[in-house]
């Protein structure tokens, strides 16, 4: 909020400079800084009554020590209040004071020190009678009310509508309100719905010269809940729900008078007040126990210290042996608790004068370890060449429908705007988007992962999964730096596998060829570990090329990591390993193309040969070979864990395996 | 016996006129070879007598050694030879072979480097989740119902009761709720606020930390942070402590740091305060135990949060938020 220095030096005793005030402002949790002859300070949302000058007038009085200049007004009643007032709900409205002024001139002009200071704080301009009320709630915080005192009957009571009610206001809105919200009424008609706004009927305009002010208490709830059940939120319902003070109606009033008085001519009423005397009476009363201080902010505070910041915050005290039972004034309405209170002096004592201590460094079992290390695995993708990137988590939601076929997306309700208005189901659209960007700026061997979670609704049971991904181009990089010139299917396959070995005990893994709603049919699959799929791999289809307009092929992977059933649980345990040396033996056989590899190692592992301990491939060709066959080279490895291997022993090992593959695949060994 | 000796002399000359293995082996078969001119010899001592045999011997297997020796002399030579003949063809200014480095985001090395510090003091690290319900997010953190930013405005909704969070802070329920004390946790992740221009991105990444013990205090809190600052910027830069408001501590505070572009003169990055916010904190709200079940006679908390990008910004000078997510590989390549 702007504050106008010169009101602020009108109502204090202040004579420090500027510059100190600003700084010690913020220090106590007032943020602000200068602004020509304006302060412009963020007020807490807890401090609402700060909201005003009498209220940041307070709170600087008590930065600056200074005693409290007296705002005092007297004024002289000489007209009788004719107008009588009952109200039917004190919880709603325990305090309820109003005037009557006439013969007030209407037509003058706002002086222009008052526009300024509204336009400030960007509320509107009306006739001088309405922006002179303004000018007084910006300076007391109390919301005030005018009413054309010609255009009402004198008796006037405040009670909750009795039958259901169309009214027009002075914004000139119709609006329809329940049996549930309070009006003021006078014999005929319904004249305001108190603390939110006037009706059109009681509006005051140029001509009015009679008028009638209102200023009162309402219950900050009932407010607040009306505001909201009918949309209707004005500077007054602002102020209302977040609680006033219930000590400042009268001055309000006398400000009022005053100002009009000297202004716009006029003869002012006396003040009629009603009220509800135990309100008054409940002041809270709050105990602050000395230990409590001690424990909460590390450091013994001496007492006088305290009680001068009490003294400064205008709280009135009783000091007892262990505690002090404070009288909170009615405008902290934010101090509700003890610890509102010590918050009150480490504020004013300053945390800077509190010790730096290290708290004791407990030895905490090491619960960290069996969690799978994601920076272990992104530090994997950073040593193949890829580039973290992260991208939002909400998605245009087309492309996610293509991408994420037959599953329940999250929506969001209010997204920012139309490409981001989906959580993601995968992290292909941002990474593709990514992709896009850079090789747009000419880019063109590219290799990025990403680490984030996606989202996805089922049966309203809102879910996120943490996953890795990444995207590549085709061509890893220029021809000559690179021993792989080109990624594929396997380059990729093999990170992949890699990762999954990080993340998972289990080692079956079972790639199943499918069809993907985004990958090619031919060189993609999906990896299911024990049923549960842990990951896909393959090249961009089509389809999704075309969407992000690629003219290369692009390979993706995503692992999924948060499926906890499969992650490592157990802490590794070393196992001895063989000392005595391995033979090896290289073995070409040719074979029908449609054998699988995976099952070709399926049925020689399944020959249970112990001494066997590595197979691995070679080599791979199909070039002059027949049309239906292929060759393939397999290393094996032979070693025994209690003696030295035989070459005999291993040569009847590899006759086995031989003729086992000739009668099950009908192979034949290459010379 | 001196034309045995002879051998040697043949040998050393034969062997200065080569200059390839292949050559070497020649003459190594040649002379000590199984039909070696040497080994014959050798293999024909027993036509001497048998009092000259033993001399003889010893003799020709002097001569053998020095000439075994004279051999793999050469060998050593020819191979040590070769091998620099072939250094010689070498460009090594040439680039290496193999894959460029990639690298990680500056915001995953920016956790990394704020939760090991934090490790170091004994916190455990647990992750959060980013869709919760508004009760978790706001009601339980004491976050009053008419709260500006629980609005529209402000939150991204899913549903009447799903948002995505806000702050990290709603970890801290979901442990305080389902655990016994004492903690001491330390979370990082992503956030969101309906917030878009040139400070503010929609989603950003917050770090969050907190201990519930026994007689913990405030200045445990000021011990804590303000060496972790220390650390983390790696000097002891000057440090300007506010009192602040939140909903879910009291007292809470703010910590800034002395503008490191213009060191405290006031410039535009620091709004001409000579300061920048990095640190928000306090302790832990009675409100807050009393949602979570903790007793606040026996313990108290401590609590604080700070932006990720934020701190990225200052500590690696990096001058628009907006980089961080556009994922412009010249940026990413960076760091």
Known sequence: MKFNLKTIYKYTNINIDIDSLVKKLTKVGFESYLDDEYINISIPYNRPDCLNYFGIIKEINAITSVKVKKIIFDTVSKIKNEVKIKILDYNFCPKYSHIIIKNINNKKCTPSYIKKELKLNNINLHSIVVDIINYVTLLTGQPLHVYDLDKINKSISLKKIDVQNNILLLNNNKMNFNTDVFAIFDNKNILSIPGIIGCDISKVNNNTTSILIESAYFNDKIISNTSEKYNLFTKSSDIFGKKIDITRQKISLNLVIKLITEMIDGIASNIITKQNKLFIKNQRKIRLYKKNIYEILGKKIDCKKIENIFLNLDFKYIKLNKFWLLYIPFYRNDIEIEENIINEIIRYYGYENIPCVYPDIKTIFNKNENKIDLNYIKNLLVNYGYNEVINYSFVNKNIENIISKNKHLIYLKNPLSENMNVMRNSLLQGLSKTLQLNMNRKHDFLKLFEAGNIYSNDNNNYKEYKVIGGICTENNSIEYSTFIKKNNFFTIKNIVENILNIIYEKKIQIYNKIKHNFLDNEDSTEIIIDKCKVGIIGSLNNDILNIFSFKKKIYFFEIYINNKLFLKKDRKKYKEFSKFPHIRRDLSIIINKNILFRNLIKYISELNIIILKKIELLDIYEKNIDNNNKSITLMFIFQSNNNTLTYKDVDDKIDMIIKGLNEKFNSSLRL | ?335
């Open chain 2, 1 to 335: 016996m001196i034309k045995y000796n002879l051998y040697i002399k043949k040998v050393e000359e034969e062997l200065d006129n080569i200059k390839n293995k292949i050559d070497l082996n020649n003459i190594k078969s040649r002379y000590i070879g199984k039909n070696g001119i040497l080994t014959n010899v050798i293999k024909n001592i027993i036509k001497y007598p048998k009092e000259e045999r033993s001399i003889i011997g010893k003799e020709l297997n002097n001569i053998k050694k020095k000439i075994i020796y004279l051999i793999e002399d050469k060998e050593k030579y020819i191979s040590y030879k070769s091998l620099k003949e072939k250094d010689k063809k070498i460009d090594i200014t040439l680039p290496g072979i193999g894959i460029k480095q990639g690298t990680t985001h500056i915001i995953t090395k920016t956790i990394n480097e704020i939760e090991s510090f934090f490790e170091k003091m004994g916190f455990y690290l647990v992750d959060g989740n980013e869709i919760d319900t508004e009760f978790y997010n706001f009601d339980l953190l004491n976050m009053p119902k008419n709260h500006p930013s629980r609005n529209m405005h402000d939150t991204f909704y899913l549903n009447n009761n799903y948002l995505l969070r806000t702050h990290t802070s709603n970890m801290q329920i979901h442990i305080m709720k389902d655990n016994v004390p004492p903690f001491k946790i330390i979370s990082s992740g992503k956030v969101y606020r309906k917030d878009s221009d040139i400070t503010h991105t929609p989603m950003f990444h917050q770090i969050e930390g907190f201990i519930v013990d026994k007689n913990i205090s405030l200045a445990h809190l000021k011990g804590i942070l303000i060496n972790f600052l220390y650390s983390f910027f790696g000097e002891k830069i000057p440090l300007n402590l506010r009192s602040s408001y939140f909903p879910f501590t009291e007292p809470s505070m703010e910590i800034d740091i002395e503008c490191i572009n213009c060191k405290g003169k006031k410039c535009s990055i620091c709004s001409y305060t000579g300061w920048i916010e990095v640190l928000g904190c306090g302790i832990i709200h009675p409100n807050v135990f009393k949602n979570c079940n903790i007793n606040n006679k026996i313990y108290k908390g401590i609590a604080f949060g700070m932006g990720i990008e934020r701190l990225s910004m200052i500590k690696y000078n990096i001058n628009d938020l907006r980089l961080y997510f556009e994922n412009n590989i010249e940026f990413l390549k960076q760091f």
